[in-house]
T-cell receptor, first 112, second 114 residues
Framework: SQQGEEDPQALSIQEGENATMNCSYKTSINNLQWYRQNSGRGLVHLILIRSNEREKHSGRLRVTLDTSKKSSSLLITASRAADTASYFCATVNSGGYQKVTFGIGTKLQVIP | EAQVTQNPRYLITVTGKKLTVTCSQNMNHEYMSWYRQDPGLGLRQIYYSMNVEVTDKGDVPEGYKVSRKEKRNFPLILESPSPNQTSLYFC?????????????FGDGTRLSIL
């Protein structure tokens, strides 16, 4: 099974609304990262949250991490059509510093 | 411009015909990695390299080879491709193999093995 599993797998919202995506994982982690993938392109790093952090902000992005529940959420506020993409969480296991495990992603569609 | 460059971007070939996908980065990164992306399975790591002449298997290494003779290049070799290797492949690099380094991805190579 996937280390990082995103929920929902697909999300469709109107422009201006907030979008929330969740990620669950199974093992102890060093950090958790979120990436974005536009159709047909490579992944782009959005934000990294370390295991000792609970919340992090970057522009319209807000990430939370709950290590007791082994889960993270990515909130995109005031969404725009240009936010349409797939979003992946990636975990870096503690003790395995070069091992990055990606989930299967959430496909977000923002309707203008 | 800092980038990871993969070639080719698209390739259709036949079973058994050896092929190489090149990957080059211009950021002097130590760590490089190959992934394959399949519907419903997300990205799975094939091989990674922590530095020149240092490579190791990821989650799905069978049927693939890599080499890291110079820091900037990390080619992926399919000695005898099979249809189950039809996939979208990504090369990525990061400054080092430390846990808090974000990865920079190429734009992908779509391989179809007939």
């Amino acid at each position: 099974s996937q280390q990082g599993e995103e929920d929902p797998q697909a999300l469709s919202i109107q422009e201006g609304e907030n979008a929330t995506m969740n990620c669950s994982y199974k093992t102890s982690i060093n950090n958790l990262q979120w990436y974005r993938q536009n159709s047909g392109r490579g992944l782009v790093h959005l934000i990294l949250i370390r295991s000792n952090e609970r919340e992090k902000h970057s522009g319209r992005l807000r990430v939370t991490l709950d290590t007791s529940k082994k889960s993270s959420s990515l909130l995109i506020t005031a969404s725009r059509a240009a936010d349409t993409a797939s979003y992946f969480c990636a975990t870096v296991n503690s003790g395995g510093y070069q091992k990055v495990t990606f989930g299967i992603g959430t496909k977000l569609q923002v309707i203008p | 411009e800092a980038q990871v460059t993969q070639n080719p971007r698209y390739l259709i070939t036949v079973t058994g015909k050896k092929l190489t996908v090149t990957c080059s980065q211009n950021m002097n990164h130590e760590y490089m990695s190959w992934y394959r992306q399949d519907p419903g399975l997300g990205l799975r790591q094939i091989y990674y390299s922590m530095n020149v002449e240092v490579t190791d298997k990821g989650d799905v290494p069978e049927g693939y080879k890599v080499s890291r003779k110079e820091k900037r290049n990390f080619p992926l070799i399919l000695e005898s491709p099979s249809p189950n290797q039809t996939s979208l492949y990504f090369c990525a690099s990061s400054w080092d193999s430390g846990p808090n380094q974000p990865q920079h991805f190429g734009d992908g190579t779509r391989l179809s093995i007939l």
